[in-house]
T-cell receptor, first 109, second 117 residues
Framework: SQQGEEDPQALSIQEGENATMNCSYKTSINNLQWYRQNSGRGLVHLILIRSNEREKHSGRLRVTLDTSKKSSSLLITASRAADTASYFCALTGFQKLVFGTGTRLLVSP | DAGITQSPRYKITETGRQVTLMCHQT?????MFWYRQDLGHGLRLIYY???????DKGEVPDGYVVSRSKTENFPLTLESATRSQTSVYFC????????????????FGEGSRLTVL
């Protein structure tokens, strides 16, 4: 299967702490994207990292990609209660995106 | 307003009935997608379309039919609904890849929650 697998499935932290979630996959990819989903809403794109990139930053987000290990990580620094959501990695092939099963993040005040 | 809209947002139907979920986008994006989201499975691709009159199967197409006569619309039809099709359905769109300037970002609708009794 092309599907990415996120780890952990659920993560509970306190405000101000960092949150790290990982995505592992098995196939070759063009790029890898991370999305966020608030409860009951659609997914929102966070960041894209290309297969020839190793690290990318966007605000409090830091994404790494290790194509040799076929894995990516999303780090959210100084988390806030508003970061509470599910986070998904998505593998980009030729035309379509295949999503992982997601990590549920709970940030407590 | 510009964006991608799905209708209905909530639908309850009975086994064996035909149901159509609508998706409309105002950006003239080439690509459109239908996903279903179920606990434990994440999002699974049902069908996608690269342009009007071009559609292709995704990971879980059985029991679903799509059409795309106009670029902006991509309806999903359950010809004879089954309980296993109870799910939240998401429509998404994106531009055609244009070198490195296009991120390939998907834009999602708010979802259609379907319950099949």
């Amino acid at each position: 299967s092309q599907q990415g697998e996120e780890d952990p499935q659920a993560l509970s932290i306190q405000e101000g702490e960092n949150a790290t979630m990982n995505c592992s996959y098995k196939t070759s990819i063009n790029n890898l994207q991370w999305y966020r989903q608030n409860s009951g809403r659609g997914l929102v794109h966070l960041i894209l990292i290309r297969s020839n990139e190793r690290e990318k930053h966007s605000g409090r987000l830091r994404v790494t990609l290790d194509t040799s290990k076929k894995s990516s990580s999303l780090l959210i620094t100084a988390s806030r209660a508003a970061d509470t959501a599910s986070y998904f990695c998505a593998l980009t092939g030729f035309q379509k995106l295949v999503f992982g099963t997601g990590t549920r993040l709970l940030v407590s005040p | 307003d510009a964006g991608i809209t799905q209708s209905p947002r909530y639908k309850i139907t009975e086994t064996g009935r035909q149901v159509t979920l609508m998706c409309h986008q105002t950006w003239s994006h080439s690509y459109m997608f239908w996903y279903r989201q179920d606990l434990g499975h994440g999002l699974r691709l049902i069908y996608y379309s690269a342009a009007a009159d071009i559609t292709d199967k995704g990971e879980v197409p059985d029991g679903y039919v799509v059409s795309r006569s106009k670029t902006e619309n991509f309806p999903l039809t359950l010809e004879s609904a089954t309980r296993s099709q109870t799910s939240v359905y998401f429509c998404a769109s994106r531009k055609t890849y244009q070198g490195t300037s296009n991120t390939g970002e998907l834009f999602f609708g708010e979802g259609s929650r379907l319950t099949v009794l």
